[in-house]
């Protein structure tokens, strides 16, 4: 079983991250801001990832710190779960519609950090949560996991169905990418013999 348990402390945060990669979607997620703890619900069950994340954070300073740090500790702990990469399929991709809303996900595991972000939003906030905050998760799960990552909203009114379908996307896609292809178990998908830094 890839899984892997991760524990981040800074005198921002403290985040305890635990994944298990050939799970079955369950999860348990306390992060102390409902709106980001609703999304890696969506990741989780979606993926089939089992994901148990619990952080504490300055939130009375504002969500930013809790939010990035959360994406870090749960890209680092997906990076180390997946140890040598061996047998993935590493490209997926996902169409995913929400009512009036549709968005792309496509992504590369990679070793090769990067991120674009096609995706726009009409209010500040949702809720309590500023929605200039989703693209810092995304950036800091990217980079902490290791992956290219390319997540552009094609249309949509509703903020809410616009940043669940990116979560939504993100996770059909790594779903697709985690799978073990049974003709290449005992080798990584690279012309190269390893993943990092090179094509």
Same mark, same amino acid.
């Given at each position: 079983?890839?899984?892997?348990?991760?524990?981040?402390?800074?005198?921002?945060?403290?985040?305890?991250?635990?994944?298990?990669?050939?799970?079955?979607?369950?999860y348990?997620?306390?992060?102390?801001?409902?709106? @980001? =703890?609703?999304?890696?619900?969506?990741?989780?069950?979606?993926?089939?990832?089992?994901?148990?994340?619990?952080?504490?954070?300055? @939130?009375?300073? /504002?969500? !930013? !710190?809790?939010?990035?740090?959360?994406?870090i500790?749960?890209?680092?702990?997906?990076?180390q779960?997946?140890?040598?990469?061996?047998?993935?399929?590493?490209?997926? =991709?996902?169409?995913?519609p929400? /009512? #009036?809303?549709?968005?792309?996900?496509?992504? =590369?595991?990679?070793?090769?950090?990067?991120?674009?972000?096609?995706?726009?939003?009409?209010?500040?906030?949702?809720? =309590?949560?500023?929605?200039?905050?989703?693209? #810092?998760?995304?950036?800091?799960?990217?980079?902490?996991?290791?992956?290219?990552?390319?997540? #552009?909203?094609?249309?949509?009114?509703?903020?809410?169905?616009i940043?669940?379908?990116?979560?939504?996307? @993100?996770?059909?896609?790594?779903?697709?990418a @985690?799978?073990?292809?049974?003709?290449?178990?005992?080798?990584?998908?690279?012309?190269?013999?390893?993943?990092?830094?090179?094509?």
């Amino acid at each position: 079983m890839r899984t892997a348990t991760l524990e981040r402390k800074t005198k921002e945060t403290e985040i305890k991250v635990t994944v298990n990669l050939d799970g079955t979607g369950t999860y348990r997620v306390s992060t102390g801001i409902g709106f @980001l =703890d609703h999304m890696l619900e969506q990741l989780s069950r979606h993926s089939l990832i089992d994901l148990e994340v619990e952080a504490k954070g300055d @939130l009375h300073i /504002d969500f !930013h !710190h809790t939010t990035e740090d959360t994406g870090i500790a749960i890209g680092q702990a997906f990076a180390q779960a997946l140890g040598d990469m061996k047998g993935i399929t590493r490209y997926g =991709d996902a169409l995913i519609p929400m /009512d #009036e809303t549709l968005t792309r996900v496509a992504l =590369d595991i990679s070793a090769r950090p990067y991120l674009i972000w096609k995706v726009a939003f009409t209010r500040d906030k949702l809720g =309590d949560f500023d929605t200039e905050l989703f693209k #810092e998760w995304f950036q800091a799960f990217a980079q902490g996991a290791g992956i290219t990552l390319h997540v #552009e909203n094609l249309y949509g009114t509703n903020n809410h169905h616009i940043i669940e379908s990116c979560y939504k996307a @993100l996770a059909r896609a790594l779903r697709t990418a @985690l799978a073990i292809d049974p003709r290449k178990a005992d080798s990584v998908p690279s012309t190269k013999g390893t993943l990092g830094g090179t094509l």
